[in-house]
């Protein structure tokens, strides 16, 4: 300590500590690790925007959209800044509790939001946006400037999805560079609630918009059943397809039971075994068809409720 005291000064010993805790971890391999963090299979929502505000009605449209996001989505949504002032700090305060808020800074550093998680990789502001592109599966952009571009185009880049509140002008209207392609509606998205990103009448219908679209998009990523792969593969739907089994399966155990009559009659009893075998396992299928159709319904059911609104499960309690 004293070897260490006589050569760096507080700052410079602090400063030293924090790049050596950041530089142990590329990008990547923290990416990966707070990914494992917030959880795997959660669905990781950024939010980007300006350090002050520029325009009159963003920092409205903000605490509307914090507000919305927060009961709107399910639990399973979870929002993380940067913890820069501005548009980072008022979504944090605003987003119902702050349960569902992770902050992340540099190695070293806190944040100063008082409202949720904090995380910390990099060893400095720069090696923290560079995470930051890499952990969302969709972001949120309000205003912005050459910052927020940057950080978007390294997002956009690997295929992670971006609203751009167009209407609030900056990097989200498609300056500074900002990626053309991602102020595009992506196929997941819907006309009109896409097209609100950009009309400047009413804040709550943007803020709105925003909380639909992020539900489009967490539907979207949602793995398909087995009924939506086997409807690509054969046409057919749900109901159409249990029919036909269901046909199908009567008419070969109406066959079975006329066979085995037929040999019974003859008494060719060999031969009326062998049917009757296969008549057992005809009832095995039948078993294993229904066994595998009611755990299908069941992981549905299971699946659609992270989708479902937080303020709605309070609303039945």
Known sequence: RKELGDKETPPEAAARLRKELGDKETPPEAAARLRKELGDKDLIVCILGSTKFQGAESEELVKAMAAELSSAVGSRVKFVTGGMPGVQEVFAKHCGEGDRVWNLLPVGEESSFGVGTQLNAGANLEARRAIFGLLGDLYI??????????????????????????????????????PAAALEKPKWASETQWSLLFDKEDVVDSATAVACLVKEFANAQKTPNIWELLDELIGLDRSSLTKLLGVVLTILVVVSLILIYREVSRERYDLALLHGGFLVLLFGLVASVAFVLTETFRLEEENKRPIESPASDKKKD
């Open 141 to 178: 952009t309000v205003e912005g400037g050459p910052g927020v571009s940057e950080e978007v185009k390294a997002a956009h880049a690997r295929g992670a999805a971006v609203v751009p509140l167009v209407r609030t002008g900056g990097a989200s209207s498609g300056m500074f560079d900002f």
